[in-house]
RNA sequence: GCGCAGGUGGUGGAAUUGGUAUACACGAGAGACUUAAAAUCUCUUGCCUUUACCGGCUUGCGGGUUCGAGUCCCGCCCUGCGCACCA
């Protein structure tokens, strides 16, 4: 009998696979189109048991697409360009180019030996200039939109990356590359930098989201992330003193408006730009150190320390509801960059105010009666009380009549606000794609004409930062030196290359035209497989995802594609975690190499087949020892069921035995199907698991050469193809076919093979269990309940007492309530 | 602090609309095959009581609704994830 060798099956069937290009997608087929796909690689090392995890995800489901009889593509690319990857080429003496051509054939030969049905006809690379042209293109089509553009300000700047950061990109106060304990915390930095306008979508990214498959979480972190709040600006006019002031008023941004007569002081932000105006002559020596002080404090420790801080700045405003003089304060717990910098602090009905105003002795009014006493603050809603006309209405109506009101006399305006800033897409960083922009003493910043496209990244010797703040570009002066597309004249080149999450944002459309150099892609054939049916990935709920489908949506207004959305589902998995719970990490050494765990002889099949086991995907696992060689029992006994079958003779079945291999096998097929459409992959494998054993008892009599046996070892090898795709090919041949497995082969069940002679039923009294009752399938409530009845067991516990209710429910169970 | 998800055997985890709690697997125990071991196959395995049957208990804790609750409702406790002074 043959046995199962998997380091002698698993290259050949890969090898052949390739040859015959069977995972090769018709992108004109006329089927029915299915495209899978995991976030891409970021190649920095090897392939780890995260990658194992998250690409069998999406190759499980194109594998079941595809033998379900779609055109199923599964396509795949590297995002080649970014820190990381220049990080590890620095450290290795090599440039990142040559590191890229050593890493990435590694990783295809990584991906061959998990068996990954990948498309290799239409791999990408992000810094391919092929690719990256078009990365420019999109930089350069949303400048002409007026979603680009360019701006001085504060940025986050991780001073190990030389780099400015989105705020995405920050962990707790510190670059995400660089979360360590001994890692430096970002500082601000005034530069001038690249911005995409991805505020200006921000309604419409929040919006759709209510109608996105997608992994609950990730929907809520990416509202939350939008952090939509609507509320009012209210002008307060500034007690002057002096007549010099330039400016009469601050205008507070509050969402709180129906509050406005317990507004007893104003805060600002120590950066807001009035501070210096409005501080009396007394107040100005502590003003300023307060203000010199927080702007020396990093974010950090301005978040971390709880108690609240803050100046008097001498200065009253009105109050525009009832001309109450405010005193107006500074504290670095009203941010600067959010609403207008300034509140107005209603102590009664809001924690942090409540917080200020014991500290300084500031008055609380209550205007808001709800279920708070009155030493407490509370935001609830409830019947306003001492707010004049207002009194006695419901706060949450009077929201909106008391800006209504304001609005009639000019000083008060609806308002939205979001959390969401513009996008930062400058990086003072040598590897990525260069920002497609020229400097001209006399027109300024000039896009380079798309003709001129890709800007080719130079290759350099030495590509560390400049240290001034900007890439290595800046000392490639043969690159630098140009002429200005619109005069003709010296220009200099920018030397800002683009944050990579542009790269990433608009790949899976290039898998549809990736070598395409007239065009970004193909309109007619994006909008065909558009959008990506099943997409997954342990990482990025905010950036990668957010900006995917903020650049999707800018490429259908330009009409580059139909739908604004890119993933119809999105599944966020979880990780796999160390025996001890532990994440993986490079400096515990605690990783597991996937190839080292195929190489020693369990095979990627058994592998694959334990990652999609071990617990529902959402979930991060914990990596057990045992798991692999048990899903390996569970491959050994398939082929090993088949092996045998394969050296029987011909054989009549019994229709009794018949009937229980069928049930068996379309139960089986049944679950499997829907486990595998409703991503439960875990459940699918067990079902599998429990028809082998079935066939195990079964074949001790009646095994042989028949027709209902050849369906129901095909039906479990096909339904085990998409987790053990090497394995089940060799069998699916041993049970006579020449044509592949992973194609059209997806059996069906049929019901009525499903549908037994006899069904359970479970007799309870008073809801306890007292009987398990085989019955006729067809047999009516009556005949049921009389043979409950009988039961010697529950008659035990009916006893001569007289049944005051039988609950019957058909087909499951009676429950006699005495 | 706020939001979300979740607490089920020794372990990972199953349980349609409320309807046999613990599927499947690991681990453990026993047996078969073998000179022996490995591999393979078969059986047992929630807890208590019992030779066995029978019975009792059990889904983080406390209540409630119901003929019937892991599932629904109320109040606690704990864990994980996300956001974190966004007015």
Redesign the pocket.
């Known amino acids: 009998m043959k046995r199962y060798s998997p380091k002698d099956i698993e290259p050949k069937w890969q090898k052949k696979w390739a040859d015959d290009q069977i995972y090769k997608a018709d992108l004109g087929s006329s089927k029915p189109k299915y495209i899978a796909m995991s976030m891409f690689n970021y190649p920095s090392g090897n392939l780890h048991i995260g990658h194992a995890m998250n690409y069998t995800i999406s190759e499980v489901k194109a594998r079941f697409k595809r033998q379900s009889g779609y055109e199923s593509y599964h396509p795949v690319g590297w995002d080649s360009f970014g820190l990381p990857a220049e990080n590890r080429a620095i450290k290795a003496g090599i440039s990142p180019q040559a590191s890229m051509a050593e890493l990435i054939p590694d990783y295809r030969n990584a991906y061959i030996a998990m068996g990954w049905s990948n498309d290799w006809s239409k791999e990408i690379s992000t810094h391919d200039p092929l690719y990256y042209k078009w990365t420019q293109w999109i930089f350069s089509e949303m400048y002409r939109n007026g979603l680009a553009y360019q701006d001085s300000r504060m940025q986050w700047w991780c001073d190990k990356c030389q780099t400015v950061l989105a705020n995405e990109q920050i962990i707790d106060g510190k670059c995400w590359r660089h979360e360590g304990i001994q890692d430096p915390i970002v500082q601000q930095k005034e530069v001038k930098q690249w911005f995409f306008k991805i505020t200006a979508y921000a309604d419409e990214l929040l919006d759709a989201i209510d109608d996105l498959d997608w992994t609950?979480?990730v929907k809520?972190?990416q509202a939350?992330?939008i952090?939509k709040?609507k509320?009012a600006e209210i002008d307060f006019e500034i007690e002057s003193r002096d007549k010099s002031h330039e400016s009469r008023k601050i205008t507070v941004?509050?969402?709180?408006p129906d509050t406005l007569f317990g507004a007893t002081f104003l805060v600002l932000?120590p950066e807001h730009d009035l501070v210096a105006q409005i501080t009396s002559n007394d107040q100005k020596t502590a003003v300023d150190e307060y203000v010199k002080a927080s702007s020396l404090k990093s974010e950090l420790e301005?978040?971390s320390?709880k108690e609240?801080t803050g100046v008097f700045t001498g200065t009253y405003a009105i109050n525009p509801i009832n001309q109450a003089k405010v005193p107006i304060w500074i504290a670095?717990?009203?941010?600067t960059g959010?609403?207008t910098?300034a509140?107005m602090a209603v102590p009664a009905h809001?924690e942090?105010d409540f917080e200020f105003a014991q500290k300084y002795e500031l008055p609380v009014i209550r205007v808001v009666k709800n279920n708070a006493t009155d030493e407490e603050c509370s935001h609830d809603e409830g019947v306003m009380m001492s707010s004049s006309q207002y009194d006695g209405l419901p706060s949450s109506d009077v929201r909106e009549k008391i800006v209504a009101d304001l609005e009639q006399k000019g000083v008060a305006i609806e308002k939205t606000?979001y959390?969401m800033r513009d996008w930062s897409v400058s990086r003072q960083r040598y590897w990525g794609a260069p920002i497609p922009i020229v400097y001209c003493q006399k027109d300024g910043a000039v896009l380079v004409p798309d003709a001129q496209l890709p800007v080719v990244l130079p290759e350099l010797d030495d590509f560390q930062p400049s240290g001034d703040g900007r890439s290595a570009l800046a000392r490639a002066t043969d690159w630098l030196q140009t002429t200005c597309p619109t005069c003709g004249g010296p220009a200099e080149r920018e030397t800002d290359t683009l944050d990579t999450y542009i790269c990433s944002s608009w790949y899976m459309l290039r898998y549809f035209d990736p070598s395409n150099t007239e065009k970004i892609f193909d309109t007619a054939v994006a909008n065909k497989w558009m959008p990506i049916d099943f997409y997954n990935g342990g990482d990025h709920?905010?950036a990668h995802l957010l900006y995917a489908r903020f650049v999707t949506r800018f490429f259908s207004k330009i009409g580059l594609v139909d739908d604004p959305e890119p993933f119809k589902q999105m599944l966020f998995n979880g990780k796999v975690l160390a025996s001890d719970g532990t994440m993986f990490s490079k400096s515990k050494g605690n990783g597991i190499d996937p190839l080292e765990i195929i190489n020693s002889g369990y095979g990627a099949d058994a592998l694959r087949t334990y990652l999609m086991f071990?617990?529902?995907l959402e979930?991060s696992?914990?990596w057990?020892p045992?798991g692999v060689?048990?899903t390996y029992?569970?491959i050994?006994?398939i082929w090993?069921l088949v092996q045998e079958y394969a050296d029987t003779q011909d054989a009549q079945v019994q229709e009794a035995y018949a009937k229980k291999i069928r049930f068996s096998t379309h139960s089986m097929i049944k679950k499997v199907s829907e486990d595998l459409e409703g991503n439960?992959y875990?459940?699918a494998i067990?079902a599998a698991?429990?028809c082998v054993?079935e066939l195990?008892?079964l074949k001790t009599q009646h095994f042989g050469k028949s027709v209902v046996w050849q369906e129901a070892l095909e039906a479990i090898v096909a339904c085990s193809a998409p987790f053990a795709p090497h394995a089940m090919e060799e069998l699916w041949q041993d049970l006579g076919h020449d044509s592949t497995v992973h194609i059209d082969t997806w059996p069906t069940h049929d019901e009525k093979y499903l549908q037994g002679d006899e069904v359970?039923i479970?007799v309870?009294v008073?809801?306890?269990?007292?009987a398990?009752l085989s019955v006729a399938s067809g047999a009516s409530q009556e005949e049921v309940q009389t043979a409950a009845l009988a039961d010697e067991?529950v008659q035990k516990?009916v006893g001569n007492k007289k049944p005051t209710?039988i609950?019957y429910?058909p087909g499951?169970?009676v429950?006699i309530?005495v």
């Open positions: 609950e979480s809520l972190a939350n992330w952090g709040s509320g941004f509050t969402t709180r932000a301005r978040q320390s609240k670095d717990y009203v941010l959010y609403g910098g509140i809001d942090r606000n959390k709920a905010t071990a617990a529902p979930f696992p914990r057990d045992q060689p048990a029992r569970f050994n006994r090993n439960r875990n459940t067990s698991m429990k054993n195990y008892k359970t479970v309870q008073n809801g306890k269990l007292r398990n067991n516990h209710k609950i429910v499951r169970l429950n309530v």
